[in-house]
């Protein structure tokens, strides 16, 4: 059945007085920004990290991570990995894809070094032995939560 255009009009003039009657919460100077910055990004379709924004969290002795992106959806995140000279990855399993490009410095993994420009997958399944970077490197790795894989360990 056919809405009445009376019906319509009035839903319509019964909306924008709900609307109008309603008051945008209070939000602290900080908390605003932060969420207008998000807003931004979202509207133009592009997620930017700049070089010297993110936070720097150890995950073991030597080596440093800095969260690029998340898609809790698929599960995955993108993040920088530092790695100190003489830092050590331990051996791990992989439940999904991991992909890893060298950035700077160099890596080791069972004998064979990588280099700046390097890229490495390590498919779903795959078992990593222990990964040495003897001068320190700069690593871009995609790859399962690191949630899930710490918990899956």
């Given at each position: ?74 599960g995955s995140e993108t ?7 003489g830092a050590i990855i ?61 918990s899956a360990t």
């Open positions: 059945m056919a809405e009445k255009p009376e019906a319509s009009a009035l839903d319509a003039e019964i909306a924008g007085m709900l609307g109008s009657a309603l008051q945008a919460p209070r939000l602290a100077a900080p908390l605003r920004e932060r969420l207008r910055e998000r807003v931004l990004e979202r509207a133009a379709g592009i997620h930017v990290v700049r070089a010297e924004a993110g936070t720097w969290v150890t995950l073991m002795p030597g080596i440093s991570i800095k969260r690029l992106h998340q898609d809790p959806e698929a993040n920088l990995w530092r790695l100190s000279a331990p051996e791990h399993d992989h439940r999904s894809d991991e992909e890893c490009l060298v950035v700077e410095g160099s890596i080791l993994q069972g004998g064979v070094e990588y280099r700046a420009g390097d890229y490495l997958l390590a498919p779903a399944g795959s078992h990593h032995e222990p990964l040495h970077s003897p001068q320190g490197a700069l690593l871009l790795i995609r790859s399962q939560t690191l949630r899930s894989y710490f």
